[in-house]
């Protein structure tokens, strides 16, 4: 058996412990994704602080929704699609505030965890992805970032397939524009 194969069962385990609802588990998988849903959170939503809030709300839904996890797909992709649901519906909710406060300025820069980690280039995607549009950037972050298809990324948000090309195609413009 591989070292991933030994990890991929680990990891089942460990859900299931959790799904069982041992909390001690649950906590271990928090600690061994918890960057990776900030990181997902943090480009959704280009603004640090609020990534850090709804990290926590995306573990608590997780927590709410794990008995759903069937395991077809990996739980790390279904964790994601948790998050970003979660990110999803606070912009929905909270969307014509959050533009209001971003009017007056905002830290758009990068979180000293993606920045510490990150090359120069990578560094530079991420603050101009933090620069786009909400959808535009909600759009590349699920379909170039996430691997989410169109059909998936317009079910997320609640909008037309043609609608996520589109945005897909202003993104990647506007990101060619910012890194030239």
């Not at 918890?34 to 997780?62: I, M, N, P, S, W």
Request: net charge neutral.
């Amino acid at each position: 058996m591989t070292e991933q194969e030994q990890a991929d069962e680990q990891l089942a385990l460990t859900v299931a412990r959790a799904q069982a609802g041992d909390k001690a588990a649950f906590a271990q998988l928090y600690r061994s994704q918890h960057r990776r849903v900030y990181a997902l959170c943090v480009r959704l939503l280009g603004d640090r602080q609020l990534a850090e809030e709804l990290t926590q709300d995306a573990f608590v839904k997780a927590w709410q929704q794990l008995h759903s996890f069937r395991g077809e797909a990996k739980f790390s992709t279904w964790l994601h699609r948790v998050t970003a649901n979660a990110v999803i519906s606070y912009q929905r909710k909270h969307g014509p505030w959050l533009r209001w406060l971003k009017k007056g300025g905002g830290d758009d820069e990068i979180p000293e965890t993606l920045s510490h980690e990150t090359p120069g280039e990578a560094r530079d995607l991420e603050a101009a992805i933090a620069q786009l549009p909400v959808r535009a950037r909600q759009v590349f972050v699920l379909m170039d970032i996430e691997g989410y298809s169109h059909e998936e990324t317009a079910a997320a948000l609640g909008i037309a397939e043609g609608t996520s090309k589109a945005q897909l195609f202003r993104a990647r413009e506007l990101l060619r524009g910012m890194l030239q």
